[in-house]
C-alpha cells in the first residue's frame, strides 16, 4: 500500500508485527514534502510506536481478517464476543480494546479481528448511539449556541454535549472522534 | 460559555458561519476595488508544483489552485482580482488539509508585495469580526510581525545563510542542527541546481517541521509573514536583490503554527516560467512522480499577450475560519467535510 492510503485505524506490518494505526497526521512542512505522522498500536502486544513517512514511500498492508461478532460481557481482564452465526465465543485482552471499551454495548456488533488466526483487536462501527445516565440540567434560557456540558452515557463513558441535552435521551457518537454527533429522537 | 476547541461545529451554525463569510469576503474585496472572477475547476495543465499530487478528472485534472487561470484573465483584464476557489489536492487529508478546501486568491495589479501582505491581515480581520459576531465568541487579536526568512532561519537555530549556497555547502554549514535527513534529502544530483533546490526544499521542510512548527505553535495568536525567501525557493516568484543578497519576492503568512497564505510577486517572463515547469517536474521525476504538462495556453499568454505587473496570494480561507470558530480541526468548520 502507498503511504497516501494510511488512515486512523489502518493496519499495516512493521517488522513482521500487525499494527493499527491509532493517531494519524498528515503535515507539509515548508510546502515541501509531506509527513505522515503515526502512532501505531502493535496488535498482539498492545505496544504503542511513533513512525513517520514521507509522501511517496510504501508499506505493506497487515493481512488481518476480520469477522462480524456480537459483544457478550465484560470480564475481569478481557472482553468477550461472539460469533452470531456458529456461536463461537473470543476474548480479547483489555489491552487490546483499550478505549474502544467506552462504546461497547451489550449485544453491540462489531468486528473482531484476526491475526494469522489470533483475535488481536476489533473494530467499532464509526457512530453508536448511547443514552445518558447523567447530566446536570442545563441553564434555562442559556443560547449561547457554543456552551457544552459535561454528560456520562452507559458505559461509564463522559462526554462534552450542548446544554439542551438532558438526562435518559440517547445521542449519537462518532466512536473515531470520541465525541457527540447529535441528538437521536426516540 | 466553554468553547472546546477539539468539537465539531454543529450543521446550523456552520451554515450561518460559511454565509456570513462569504458575503462579507466578498463585500471587503469589492470595496478594495478587486473584481470577482471564475475560473474552470478541471484544467487541461495543473501548475507543475513538486509536492502537489492533482486528481485526474479526464480528460485533465481537478484545479489545485487557480492561479494559471487568474494569470490568464489578469492578461486580457488587467485589473486587479479575486477568486472564492473550490481546490483539489490529493492524498491531503489531515487536521489542516483535506483533499477539497477554498482558496481566497487575489491579484493586485501595478501595486506591491507589501500591499499584499496587509491584504492579508484585512482578510484575516473581516473572517475574525464576522465569525466571533455570529458565533457570539471572543474576538482573538492576533498581533503580526515580519521576519526575513534568513534571519529568522538565524534566530531560531543559529545556522548564518546567505541564501544562495550550493547543495554540499548548504548540508555542510547546516547538518549540526538537522543531520542526516538534510544530507540524504540533498544528495545524489549530478544537476546543481536541482541539488539545490533540493537541499533548499530539505532544509525549509525540516526547519518548519522541528524548530518553526513548534516555536509558532508557543504563540498561537501571534501573526507572522515570513518574507524574502532565498532565491532558489522562488517558485512562481520574481527574484530582486536584498543589499547584496537575491531574494525570491516571496511571502508566507501564518497564525500560531497554522500556515494561512503564500504570496508572490508574479513572475511574468515566459522564458523563465518554462524553465522553473521544467525544474519542479525535474524535482518530481527525482522523487519518483510523474512529471506534470506544462500549460503551454497560459505560456503562450505570458508570451503575446504579457502578465500585468502584479503582486497576489492565495490564502486557505477553511484555516482562517477554523481559527476564528476556535477549532483545532478544519473538518470541525468546513461546510461539506464530515456530510459523507
Given at each position: 500500500?502507498?503511504?497516501?492510503d494510511?488512515?486512523?485505524?489502518?493496519?499495516v506490518?512493521l517488522?513482521?508485527?500487525?499494527y493499527?494505526?491509532?493517531?494519524?497526521?498528515?503535515?507539509?512542512?515548508g510546502?515541501g514534502?509531506g509527513?505522515?505522522?503515526?502512532?501505531?498500536k502493535?496488535m498482539?502486544?498492545?505496544?504503542?510506536?511513533d513512525r513517520?513517512?514521507?509522501?511517496?514511500?510504501?508499506?505493506?498492508?497487515?493481512d488481518?481478517?476480520?469477522?462480524?461478532m456480537?459483544?457478550l460481557y465484560?470480564?475481569?481482564?478481557?472482553?468477550?464476543?461472539m460469533?452470531?452465526?456458529?456461536?463461537?465465543?473470543?476474548?480479547?485482552?483489555?489491552e487490546?480494546?483499550?478505549?474502544?471499551?467506552?462504546?461497547?454495548?451489550?449485544?453491540?456488533e462489531?468486528?473482531v479481528?484476526?491475526?494469522?488466526g489470533?483475535?488481536v483487536?476489533l473494530?467499532?462501527?464509526?457512530?453508536?448511539v448511547m443514552e445518558?445516565?447523567?447530566?446536570?440540567?442545563?441553564?434555562?434560557?442559556?443560547?449561547?449556541?457554543?456552551?457544552t456540558?459535561?454528560?456520562?452515557v452507559?458505559?461509564?463513558y463522559?462526554l462534552?454535549?450542548p446544554?439542551?441535552?438532558?438526562q435518559?435521551?440517547?445521542?449519537?457518537i462518532?466512536?473515531?472522534?470520541?465525541?457527540?454527533?447529535e441528538?437521536?429522537n426516540? | 460559555?466553554?468553547?472546546?476547541?477539539?468539537t465539531?461545529?454543529?450543521w446550523?451554525?456552520?451554515?450561518?458561519?460559511w454565509?456570513?463569510?462569504?458575503a462579507?469576503?466578498?463585500a471587503?474585496m469589492?470595496?478594495?476595488?478587486?473584481?470577482?472572477?471564475?475560473t474552470?475547476?478541471?484544467?487541461?495543465a495543473p501548475a507543475?508544483?513538486?509536492?502537489?499530487a492533482p486528481?485526474a478528472?479526464?480528460?485533465?485534472?481537478?484545479?489545485t489552485?487557480?492561479?494559471?487561470?487568474?494569470?490568464r484573465?489578469?492578461?486580457?483584464?488587467r485589473?486587479s482580482?479575486?477568486?472564492?476557489?473550490h481546490?483539489?489536492?490529493?492524498?491531503?487529508v489531515?487536521?489542516?488539509?483535506?483533499?477539497e478546501f477554498?482558496?481566497?486568491?487575489?491579484?493586485?495589479?501595478?501595486?506591491?508585495?507589501?500591499?499584499v501582505?496587509?491584504?492579508?491581515?484585512?482578510?484575516?480581520?473581516?473572517v475574525?469580526?464576522?465569525v466571533?459576531r455570529?458565533?457570539?465568541?471572543?474576538?482573538?487579536?492576533?498581533?503580526?510581525r515580519?521576519?526575513?526568512?534568513?534571519?529568522?532561519l538565524?534566530?531560531?537555530?543559529?545556522?548564518?545563510?546567505?541564501?544562495?549556497e550550493?547543495?554540499?555547502?548548504?548540508?555542510?554549514?547546516?547538518?549540526?542542527v538537522?543531520?542526516?535527513?538534510l544530507?540524504r534529502?540533498?544528495?545524489?544530483?549530478?544537476?546543481?541546481?536541482?541539488?539545490?533546490l533540493?537541499?533548499?526544499?530539505?532544509?525549509?521542510?525540516?526547519?518548519?517541521?522541528?524548530?518553526?512548527?513548534?516555536r509558532?505553535?508557543?504563540?498561537?495568536?501571534?501573526?507572522?509573514?515570513?518574507?524574502?525567501?532565498?532565491a532558489?525557493?522562488?517558485?512562481?516568484?520574481?527574484?530582486?536583490r536584498?543589499g547584496?543578497?537575491?531574494?525570491a519576492?516571496?511571502?508566507e503568512s501564518?497564525?500560531g503554527?497554522?500556515?494561512?497564505?503564500?504570496?508572490?510577486?508574479?513572475?511574468g517572463?515566459?522564458?523563465?516560467?518554462?524553465?522553473r515547469?521544467?525544474?519542479?517536474?525535474?524535482?518530481r521525476?527525482s522523487?519518483?512522480e510523474e512529471?506534470?504538462?506544462?500549460?503551454?495556453a497560459?505560456?503562450?499568454?505570458?508570451?503575446?499577450?504579457?502578465?500585468?505587473?502584479?503582486?497576489?496570494?492565495?490564502?486557505?480561507?477553511?484555516?482562517?475560519?477554523?481559527?476564528?470558530?476556535?477549532?483545532?480541526?478544519l473538518?470541525?468548520?468546513?461546510?461539506?467535510?464530515?456530510t459523507?
Open positions: 500500500m502507498d503511504v497516501s494510511l488512515r486512523k485505524n489502518a493496519k506490518k517488522d513482521g508485527h500487525p493499527t494505526v491509532v493517531e494519524f497526521q498528515f503535515v507539509k512542512p510546502k514534502q509527513l505522515y505522522k503515526c502512532k501505531l502493535n498482539i502486544t498492545g505496544s504503542v510506536i513517520t513517512w514521507r509522501s511517496g514511500e510504501k508499506l505493506e498492508a497487515a488481518v481478517e476480520s469477522r462480524k456480537q459483544f465484560a470480564g475481569a481482564d478481557g472482553y468477550t464476543f460469533d452470531s452465526a456458529t456461536y463461537e465465543q473470543v476474548e480479547l485482552a483489555s487490546l480494546v483499550g478505549d474502544d471499551k467506552h462504546f461497547l454495548l451489550d449485544q453491540l462489531i468486528e479481528l484476526f491475526y494469522n489470533r483475535p483487536g473494530s467499532l462501527p464509526s457512530h453508536v445518558i445516565t447523567e447530566t446536570e440540567q442545563g441553564v434555562k434560557g442559556d443560547t449561547a449556541t457554543n456552551a456540558k459535561s454528560a456520562t452507559q458505559t461509564g463522559s462534552q454535549v446544554l439542551f441535552i438532558k435518559g435521551e440517547r445521542v449519537k462518532d466512536t473515531r472522534t470520541g465525541q457527540y454527533v441528538r437521536v426516540q | 460559555m466553554t468553547v472546546s476547541p477539539n465539531a461545529l454543529p446550523h451554525e456552520r451554515i450561518r458561519v454565509d456570513h463569510v462569504l462579507s469576503v466578498r471587503r469589492r470595496e478594495l476595488d478587486f473584481r470577482e472572477v471564475s474552470p475547476v478541471r484544467v487541461t507543475v508544483e513538486p509536492f502537489i486528481i478528472c479526464a480528460p485533465g485534472w481537478l484545479a489552485s487557480p492561479e494559471l487561470a487568474m494569470k484573465l489578469l492578461c486580457r483584464h485589473g482580482m479575486f477568486q472564492i476557489a481546490c483539489f489536492r490529493h492524498a491531503e489531515g487536521s489542516l488539509h483535506a483533499e477554498h482558496l481566497l486568491e487575489w491579484y493586485r495589479v501595478d501595486d506591491t508585495l507589501e500591499t501582505v496587509h491584504d492579508v491581515e484585512v482578510v484575516v480581520d473581516v475574525f469580526d464576522v466571533t455570529v458565533l457570539e465568541l471572543p474576538r482573538p487579536r492576533v498581533a503580526w515580519t521576519a526575513s526568512f534568513l534571519s529568522l538565524a534566530d531560531t537555530t543559529g545556522v548564518q545563510l546567505r541564501g544562495d550550493g547543495a554540499h555547502e548548504l548540508v555542510l554549514v547546516a547538518r549540526h538537522f543531520g542526516d535527513e544530507e534529502a540533498a544528495s545524489s544530483d549530478a544537476d546543481a541546481e536541482l541539488g539545490a533540493r537541499a533548499w526544499t530539505a532544509l525549509f521542510s525540516l526547519w518548519s517541521d522541528r524548530v518553526l512548527g513548534p509558532f505553535a508557543a504563540e498561537p495568536w501571534a501573526g507572522t509573514h515570513i518574507v524574502a525567501f532565498p532558489v525557493l522562488c517558485a512562481l516568484a520574481q527574484t530582486g536584498a547584496d543578497q537575491r531574494i519576492c516571496r511571502f501564518h497564525i503554527a497554522v500556515e494561512l497564505a503564500n504570496g508572490y510577486k508574479e513572475l517572463d515566459e522564458e523563465e516560467q518554462r524553465r515547469f521544467a525544474l519542479a517536474n525535474r524535482l521525476s522523487l519518483g512529471p506534470l504538462p506544462i500549460d503551454e497560459f505560456l503562450s499568454d505570458l508570451r503575446q499577450l504579457g502578465l500585468p505587473s502584479c503582486s497576489g496570494v492565495a490564502l486557505g480561507l477553511d484555516r482562517v475560519v477554523m481559527l476564528a470558530c476556535a477549532r483545532d480541526r473538518e470541525h468548520v468546513s461546510p461539506f467535510l464530515g459523507t
